[in-house]
């Protein structure tokens, strides 16, 4: 039966190769072929084109519920600037006909990986499960109209309507955590074009013009006091103008001037009376202008708020909670306010909608968030490379090991012909609500951070939810508590074949010690309270890193490339590639350091607000001990 580890190389190998060849939204050629080849050669009926780019991957495995799963596979208009061996140095043309970089700086490589891997994985289970697995890789999720392309080409009429439908996505967390949210977990946005037209001429006669440049000045200032003055202080809204043009020439007034606004909101209401507020000051600033066209205000790309149904994030979050642990999956307090088009798949006007679960997979390499400038996990979110930085750069191995593991065993919990996800009443994730289910998506209240009134003792180390107790050394995989007759990291001897936990095989919680803490307490014990060392002591788990990656990636990954090179030897070119790429990675940061910031004049970023990644690869969050065997229900 075919493990997570055996099929780990293939699926590194996959996101290596994507992120190096990345593609533009409704370009993904490539990538859709890579996708169609893995799902075809692993026994999927699959069908390409569908939405333009998109491919559909089906799998009937007798009677039982229709699981979707889904993955975005387009790229960026950013330059990279990790100095990772396998940057993206590709360049392309845009819609405007504008050459520019491209990068996978979203994850969406990695989303399409894992995806494959678990298609692969679920495949090679057919045993363990009943029903229909179908996989979708969508194009154009950056523009936001890829899933709403896939529906329009017939994708629930040609394929069958699915039961349930699960993703994921990767995000600015300590790589390998795990983070949920019943309810509200992604917001709305809108974005917007307007033309607003005037009578131009010379500069040195404005009075014989209507200056468009004027009322689109005028726009720009008004439109800042929607959100401050016409949106409730309870509600969450943004309205930006990120784009202005206009003219030609410094003596020359122009005929019209164009702008772009984006809106984004928590609540589809409060994205209505966005728009409005919008259509209404456009049209009055040019007619208090004196202006004789008509401005156009046409809404061009946008997707709404993404709500996870409450049972099914239950569902899913249990089956979590028993394959990582409680100390790697989190409850998320507050909603992102980025957006996505995922849950167009759920038909959210149907008068029957499709339930979905989305969450998020940190990805932040652990020296890096370490390193990160801030008290809580939201200001070190805020000041790490994160998703459209031209510095994002994904924690590779625990990144992809714990998005791979994760959609499948999402998948496991609802497939069968008896339910695989405990029945009981779920628990709660993180300590901001510990108190309360997944029944309803609760409000933020408070600090949504807090601190234990009762603090661990003095000699107590704070838990980390990425490693090992202090004091413990870490094993050569990075994985799991070091039995007490374990020889030393230096003379480890690794089992042939094994990059860590079989697939279903549970990640054990840590053995808490000092105060009595709640079982589900990870967000404030493990992932708050920081468990690095104090300046001058040696991190036992840092002092083996060099004889762990020599041990792990030397030994077992070339035996397993070489196994899996004579094994695959006729299979296609695509492969070849992979393979030929893994070669040339040397797993560890390149020759010196990445780029500190942007040269003098370049932008760094929407999103990036601390220093580059640096440091070598760090492992996965640990998984329980070989001789502890996982319930039937996620084994593979």
């Known amino acids: 039966m075919r493990l997570l580890d055996e099929i780990f190389p293939l699926v590194e190998g996959f996101y290596v190769d994507l992120h190096k060849n990345p593609e533009l939204s409704h370009s993904e050629h490539r990538t859709a072929s890579g996708v169609a080849e893995w799902l075809t050669r692993t026994g999927y009926e699959v069908h390409k084109g569908v939405g333009g780019t998109g491919v559909v991957g089906i799998l ?219 259509e209404r000051i456009v049209r009055a600033e040019a007619a208090a202008s004196g202006a004789t066209r008509e401005p156009e205000v046409e809404r061009f790309e946008g997707a709404g708020i993404t709500v996870n149904d409450p049972a099914c994030t239950a569902e899913v979050a249990a089956a979590h909670h028993a394959y990582f642990g409680d100390d790697y999956v989190i409850h998320l307090p507050d909603p992102f306010p980025g957006t996505e088009d995922f849950s167009c798949f759920g038909l959210p006007a149907d ?41 994002f750069a994904p924690s590779r191995e625990p990144t992809l ?14 497939l069968g012909s008896e339910r695989s996800a405990p029945a009981a009443e779920a628990p709660p994730m993180g300590g901001a609500y510990q108190d309360q289910s997944y029944d309803a998506a609760p409000e933020p209240v408070g600090d949504p951070f807090p601190v234990h009134d009762a603090p661990p003792p003095a000699e107590q180390v704070p838990a980390d939810s990425f490693g090992p107790p202090p004091g413990d050394p870490a094993p050569p995989s990075g994985y799991g508590p070091v039995p ?84 695959k030897a006729e299979e296609s070119t695509l492969s070849a590639d992979m393979a030929a790429i893994l070669d040339d990675d040397p797993q560890g940061p390149p020759q010196g350091p990445p780029p500190q910031g942007p040269p003098h004049g370049q932008p760094s970023g929407p999103a990036f607000g601390g220093p580059p990644p640096r440091g070598d690869a760090h492992q996965a969050p640990p998984p329980g001990p070989d001789d502890d065997l996982p319930d039937s229900e996620y084994r593979l």
């Open 484 to 567: 007490a007759d374990a020889p030393p990291a230096d003379s480890y001897d690794p089992p042939a074949r094994s990059y860590g936990p079989p697939m279903g095989e549970p990640y054990e919680p840590r053995p808490e010690s000092g105060a009595a803490q709640d079982s589900n307490d990870a967000y404030d014990s493990a992932f708050l309270a920081s468990s690095w060392p104090e300046p001058g002591q040696e991190d036992p788990a840092k002092s083996t890193h060099e004889a762990d990656m020599d041990a792990v990636i030397g030994e077992q990954d070339e035996e397993l490339r070489e196994e899996w090179r004579s094994e």
């Open 60 to 278: 009937r495995n007798g009677p039982g519920p229709t699981v979707m799963l889904r993955a975005d596979m387009d790229a960026l208009p950013v330059e990279e600037r990790t100095g990772l061996p396998y940057a993206s140095t590709t360049r392309a043309t845009d819609d405007e006909g504008k050459e520019v970089p491209v990068m996978h700086a979203c994850g969406h490589d990695a989303h399409t990986a894992c995806l494959v891997g678990a298609a692969d994985l679920l495949s090679e289970s057919r045993e363990e499960w009943t029903g229909t697995v179908m996989v979708v890789a969508q194009p154009a999720e950056e523009t936001l109209d890829g899933a709403q392309a896939m529906l329009d080409d017939g994708l629930y009429e040609r394929f069958g309507r699915p039961d349930v439908i699960l993703g994921q996505h990767l995000g600015p967390q300590p790589a390998g955590l795990i983070s949920h949210r019943a309810g509200v977990i992604l917001g709305a946005a809108d974005s917007y074009r307007v033309r607003v037209f005037g009578e131009g001429g010379h500069a040195s006669q404005p009075h014989t013009t209507i200056d468009p440049v004027l009322v689109a000045a005028h726009i720009v200032t008004r439109l800042q006091g929607v959100v401050s003055r016409e949106i409730s202080p309870s509600e969450m809204a943004v309205l930006t103008v990120g784009r202005i043009q206009a003219g030609t020439k410094a003596n020359i007034i122009p005929d019209e001037a164009y702008l772009e606004v984006n809106t984004r909101a928590l609540n589809d209401n409060v994205a209505r009376q966005l728009e409005a507020a919008i």
């Open 401 to 414: 090991r714990a998005g791979l593991a994760a959609i499948t065993v999402a998948a496991l919990s609802y």
């Open 351 to 391: 008068p029957q909608p499709i339930p979905y679960v989305f969450w998020f997979v940190g990805a932040t390499p652990h020296d890096v968030w370490e390193a990160a400038p801030g008290d809580t996990p939201y200001e070190k979110m805020g000041n790490v490379p994160s998703n459209h930085s031209p510095f």
